[in-house]
């Protein structure tokens, strides 16, 4: 009995060295890179809450510059912010506070570049919108229609497109194009939250140009019918 034993034990082994023999490198290799993958993520997650720490500290130093209406302070800390950490959450929160104080003191290049920045460099989709609309507001004061409508469109689908298609009805109405204001003006009142206190500011729009939005949605789905 113990020889059989032995026999199987031997079996066994020879086979396990066989697939090592197959196998071994590339199971090792597998490990190794796993654990590559393990220990550069953590270190990855470590340099990315360090970046964000050291990105709120600046963005603090920024708030305090806005609250005092330092807007050419706010700029610099801004600045120093994109070069040092881009991909923080916190430096496109800056980019828009930034923007804010450079327009309320009349800085409008700097205002149109720090919204510009953001829009292409967020990575958060609402940090992105929120820039396009602020810029094409920017772009709208200019009479600069068409670059306005570009930085609409680029908002897209998602939460703030009926705030964009009512930013559309005020570059329209700006163009003279009232029929077309009128269009987005009601897209953006019925696509709109009904809670959403905004959305009484567009049907004051409406109503000044002769539209009652209630009444134009019940109309269009008794037509639908």
Do not use: C
């Not at 920024?62 to 881009?86: H, S, W």
Request: glycine share 8%; aromatic share 8%; charged share 30%.
């Amino acid at each position: 009995m113990a020889t059989q034993l032995d026999l199987e034990e031997q079996e066994q082994l020879d086979q396990l060295k066989a697939f090592w023999r197959q196998y071994g490198n590339l199971v090792t290799w597998v490990l190794i890179i796993a654990l590559a993958a393990f220990v550069g993520w953590n270190r990855w997650e470590a340099w990315q809450r360090d970046q964000g720490e050291k990105a709120a500290s600046l963005y603090d130093e920024l708030d305090r510059a806005v609250q005092a209406g330092n807007a050419d302070q706010a700029t610099r800390i801004f600045g120093d912010m994109k070069e040092r950490y881009p991909r923080a959450a916190f430096t496109h929160q800056a980019g828009l506070a930034a923007a804010k104080i450079e327009a309320d003191k009349g800085q409008l290049d700097a205002a149109r570049a720090s919204l510009a920045w953001v829009a292409d460099k967020a990575g958060d989709d609402e940090y992105r919108a929120i820039a396009h609309l602020r810029l094409a507001g920017l772009l709208l004061d200019d009479k600069k229609y068409d670059d306005a409508l570009k930085q609409i469109d680029a908002v897209g689908a998602g939460p703030f497109a009926p705030l964009a298609e009512d930013r559309r009805g005020d570059v329209l109405l700006g163009q003279g194009k009232a029929d077309d204001a009128k269009a987005a003006y009601l897209r953006a009142w019925t696509d709109m939250d009904a809670k959403v206190d905004y959305r009484r500011l567009v049907e004051a729009k409406l109503n000044v140009m002769g539209v009652q939005p209630a009444a134009s949605a019940a109309s269009g789905a008794g037509s639908a019918k």
